[in-house]
T-cell receptor, first 109, second 114 residues
Framework: EDQVTQSPEALRLQEGESSSLNCSYT??????LFWYRQDPGKGPEFLFT???AGEEKEKERLKATLTKKESFLHITAPKPEDSATYLC??????????FGQGTTLQVKP | KAGVTQTPRYLIKTRGQQVTLSCSPI?????VSWYQQTPGQGLQFLFE???????NKGNFPGRFSGRQFSNSRSEMNVSTLELGDSALYLC?????????????FGSGTQLSVL
């Protein structure tokens, strides 16, 4: 059965303290792995798509990487405005998009 | 370009009632998906519509149904509401035929069942 697991569930960082979020997946054929950001009271907002192991994408303080079993979202020198829930989702050969439970990030000034 | 629009933003219903939620996708997007989001289960896929046809369906009971109109707008219906149906219902649209599967989400409809 396709499965996506994110860790940690919650993460508190001081402003400027870099860290990484993990997304482990088990799927029957990976068609794409997605990272989204969700702010309270809003729908998820697209960040990155990764398609194959070894691929990396960057945007401002965020960098996403992909291996055959997991993806990491690295946050470098975070700011309070980076506080949000980060969701990982996997698109498998079943055609469905499966989301992880998310990591809620809080960055304190 | 306008984003995905969902109405209403909030709904309060009682058990046994039925509810219809509406979603207008981004102009040019022909695929519309629906998701249920709860604190315990996270985001769960309900169904996807493309060109007025249901393309894929999640593991939800038959009380959950949807449809898509010729202008790509979509509605989702939940009949015989249960307390456990309280959730944020999210609609997402995407551009098809490009190989890019990224979704654009609306802000959701927060449904409370009393």
């Amino acid at each position: 059965e396709d499965q996506v697991t994110q860790s940690p569930e919650a993460l508190r960082l001081q402003e400027g303290e870099s860290s990484s979020l993990n997304c482990s997946y088990t799927v029957s054929g990976l068609r794409g792995l997605f990272w989204y950001r969700q702010d309270p009271g809003k729908g998820p907002e697209f960040l990155f798509t990764l398609y194959s192991a070894g691929e990396e994408k960057e945007k401002e303080r965020l960098k996403a990487t992909l291996t055959k079993k997991e993806s990491f979202l690295h946050i470098t020198a975070p700011k309070p405005e980076d506080s949000a829930t980060y969701l990982c989702a996997v698109h498998s050969n079943t055609g469905k998009l499966i989301f992880g439970q998310g990591t809620t990030l809080q960055v304190k000034p | 370009k306008a984003g995905v629009t969902q109405t209403p933003r909030y709904l309060i219903k009682t058990r046994g009632q039925q509810v219809t939620l509406s979603c207008s996708p981004i102009s040019g997007h022909r695929s519309v998906s629906w998701y249920q989001q709860t604190p315990g289960q996270g985001l769960q896929f309900l169904f996807e519509y493309f060109s007025e046809t249901q393309r894929n369906k999640g593991n939800f009971p038959g009380r959950f149904s949807g449809r898509q109109f010729s202008n790509s707008r979509s509605e989702m219906n939940v009949s015989t509401l249960e307390l456990g149906d309280s959730a944020l219902y999210l609609c997402a649209s995407r551009l098809t035929g490009t190989g890019d599967e990224k979704l654009f989400f609306g802000s959701g409809t927060q449904l409370s069942v009393l």
